[in-house]
Nanobody, 125 residues
Framework: VQLQASGGGLVQAGGSLRLSCAASGRTSSGYVMGWFRQAPGKEREFVAGISWSGGSTYYSDSVKGRFTISRDNTKNTVYLQMNSLKPEDTAVYYC???????????????????WGQGTLVTVSS
């Protein structure tokens, strides 16, 4: 599975961005998708995850209520809608695929076999 993340940019606090992650390659088999982020000097952290069907979603406490993950399997694309952005949301955002699961998105980066290249989100105060 090859993943291509896009949609990052510079936004003011309180603003919104939508990230996209397009998958290619092995897309006929189902898999869980996740979004992670990594700020300078910090470890990569789980942001959100979604089951293959899209029926189950998972969020970190820091983004719950502000971010929404969704997917369109007809387009092989996963989205992360980010609202009410804060300066502490500034990071490189990565999408990832866990091809061994269909439902549960684990928050552990090591569970994901495939990663996109990352897209930078900068939130100014």
């Amino acid at each position: 599975v090859q993943l291509q993340a896009s949609g990052g940019g510079l936004v003011q606090a309180g603003g919104s961005l939508r990230l996209s992650c397009a998958a290619s390659g092995r897309t006929s088999s189902g898999y869980v998708m996740g979004w992670f982020r990594q700020a300078p000097g910090k470890e990569r952290e789980f942001v959100a995850g979604i089951s293959w069907s899209g029926g189950s979603t998972y969020y970190s406490d820091s983004v719950k209520g502000r971010f929404t993950i969704s997917r369109d399997n007809t387009k092989n694309t996963v989205y992360l809608q980010m609202n009410s952005l804060k300066p502490e949301d500034t990071a490189v955002y990565y999408c990832a695929a866990d091809v061994h699961k269909l439902v549960t998105a684990t928050p552990l980066p090591s569970a994901y076999e495939y990663w996109g290249q990352g897209t930078l989100v900068t939130v100014s105060s």
